[in-house]
């Protein structure tokens, strides 16, 4: 995990209104917040505590005139070719590392100023972001690489990716659709490398030959990238991990609560966005202007498809299976015995079971059962986010490694937390101490305190040998009153006040910082309740199970309107639009501790056998909460012999932990004022307005 960022300066960057994901016009507020860099190399520092660097790339023009046609019918023509002829042949570049030299050269038409910040989870060799190839390309990199690109044991996934494009492909169609004229050579363009990634990923690379900048982020979002197009008032391109709080107005802390600092903060929504998902290209070349002929630098902005085919159609996020009425009776050619079928429950109230089941068609090959897959989905997914060479930072001594957490899960002790938990234990050298990071907002009362002490007790009984350590997070909302600012710049754009309590929680959780009760965590050297601060620098995370599995009230309410072709709708949407809504501010958040968060529920691999089954086998929504909803997950829970966590119903991080109460009392007066007025979806600086 890295926090990493450009901004390029003193360059016309065209096009990026095709790129913008807000409907709102940019803002024409010459007096919007500007961004300081300092500020920003202290943000993204947090989130890279091994190591913090920069590079400069300055672009010039060279003074030499190009030759030009006077037969006035070919003027426009052989100013086309004048100006690609500048682009590829008088358009210079050079780097340098602003470590040791930290200036601007006075012929410089335009610069792009490279930040990176790194926390290093694999890999032999320390590294250095930004990273600079013998081509004189450069990378910045956030994320891991599970598969696509074979990545060394001994390696680092950015040298390796880093290597990887040298290799590739010089040319730029300047948005024209032709064929690349590298391709006869086998050699592979940009956004074909790109797409191979299997893993979360967000990145900024100068393919030097080119003159092309490249940056994007992976398909689901699964690590931050904002943007700041261009404005009146501040005309710069931006991309960062995160914002800086010096991007929100200054007040007080000591005089200031939550409230008043977002009320101050209205302004920052517009300067940055979340990124939309994709690969995106900017061409920097030589623009003859019309009136004097005088040459000025500007850049390009593209967009590019995803070249992976299998990756596009997770994209889609289409089942061949959505409505019984339509699929069960499609083919009358079935063998299974009424025993192996999971049929929806409103199918069995009109017919008795073999009748129904004669009519079904077999949805799956040989004798696996869904839950099966999905379990031996999931297994693979956490053992390639868990692994040993993925974890660079262990102790070298045998006798150390019992107290040692390397990696910790999100834990309330609900389904999704107690299936990472279960399998989490089956993948890590059982040397090693899990922690499990509880955060409550009313101590031993809130509701994820209780059942998290219940499902600890049950990983207790399937996995005895394991040192299980519950650290207990107690908090307290005013007592983070002076985390205000910080928590906002870490949430934005998002900014309700729901955002704002499940980034809060993120951000306590992540920080790992709370109690352990040695007696019940049956802790052999420590029967005491002690102090503790979790050092694990991975911690898995649930996102996606709720979206892929039919688990918010929503789903339900979908299913009873418009049945299963409506929640098959629902569901896709929440799974495509996962990147803005979540997946960006709880990367903010809990990569701002210097943590990384990693979600198996959303490897690629995981989301592809989801989409192999029938909807109705993924969720019956006629049964009651509890049961019905995740179905495929309870029972993938008992499949792990999780008995009760496999009758656990859905609760919401902002609910379990009881911020979402202790909020609304403080900034609507009570929970029932706060449900009147819909506080989840509620902006804080409109309710405050």
Known sequence: MCGIALLVSGIDIVGCDLCRESLDPPSFDDDEPVLVVEDLKDAIGRRGPDSLGFKKVFLTLKSAQSSRKHDEGRVEEDLDACIEADANENLCSRFEDVKVRDHSNSQSYGELYFFGATLQLRGVSHIIQPLVDSSGNILVFNGEIFGGIHVSDDRNDAETLLHVLERHCCCNDNGKEKVCSC???????????????????????????????????????????????????????????????????????????????????????????????????????????????????????????????????????????????????????????????????????????????SDIHNHMPGDVQPAEKVLSALRKSVRRRTVNRFIRQTPCQKDKMDDHAPIAVLFSGGLDSMILAAILDQCLDPGYTIDLLNVSFDSQLAPDRVSARIGLAELHKIAPQRRWRLVEIDAILSDLTCEAKHLLSLIHPAKTYMDLNIGMALWLAAGGDGWVDGRLCNLRNNNQRYRYKSTARILLVGSGA???????????????????????????????????????????????????????????????????????????????????????????????????????????????????????????????????????SVDIHQFIN
């Not at 982020?217 to 261009?230: A, E, I, T, Y």
């Open 183 to 357: 391709s006869e050579a086998k050699m592979k363009c940009i956004p074909e490398t790109i797409s191979m990634i299997k893993g979360p990923w967000a990145l900024v690379y100068w393919q030097r030959k080119s003159r092309t900048l490249w940056f994007g982020r992976d398909v689901f979002g699964r690590r931050s990238l904002l943007v700041h197009w261009p404005t009146l008032g501040d005309p710069r391109l931006l991309l960062s991990s995160v914002s800086p709080a010096s991007a929100i107005r200054e007040a007080s802390c000591t005089q200031t609560s939550l409230d008043t600092e977002a009320e101050h903060s209205t302004t920052i929504s517009s300067y940055w966005e979340e990124l939309p998902c994709g690969i995106y290209s900017i061409l920097f070349k030589a623009f003859e202007t019309s009136v004097d002929l005088e040459k000025k630098l500007i850049g390009e902005v593209r967009k590019h498809n995803w070249t992976d085919t299998s990756l596009n159609k997770l994209i889609k996020w289409e089942r061949t299976s959505i409505d019984p009425k339509m699929d069960l009776f499609s083919s009358k050619h079935h063998q299974d015995p009424p025993e192996q079928l999971a049929l929806p429950s409103a199918f069995l109230k009109g017919m008795n079971h073999a009748q129904a089941s």
């Open 546 to 680: 709720d979206e892929q599995c039919a688990g918010y009230g929503r789903h339900r309410t979908k299913y009873r309107l418009g049945g299963w072709v409506a929640l098959h709708e629902e569901m896709r949407l929440d799974v495509q639009r996962i990147w803005k809504r979540n997946m960006g501010r709880d990367d903010r958040c809990i990569s701002d501790r210097g943590k990384e968060a990693r979600f198996p529920f959303l490897d690629e691999d995981v989301i592809r056998t989801l989409l192999e089954f029938p909807l109705w086998d993924i969720a019956d929504l006629d049964r009651p909460v509890g049961i019905g909803d995740k179905k495929i997950l309870r029972e993938v829970s008992r499949l792990l012999g999780l008995e009760q966590a496999a009758a656990m119903p859905k609760r919401a991080i902002q609910f379990g932990s009881r911020i979402a109460r202790e909020s609304n009392r403080k900034n609507f007066g009570s929970n029932r004022a706060a449900n009147q007025a819909s506080a989840g």
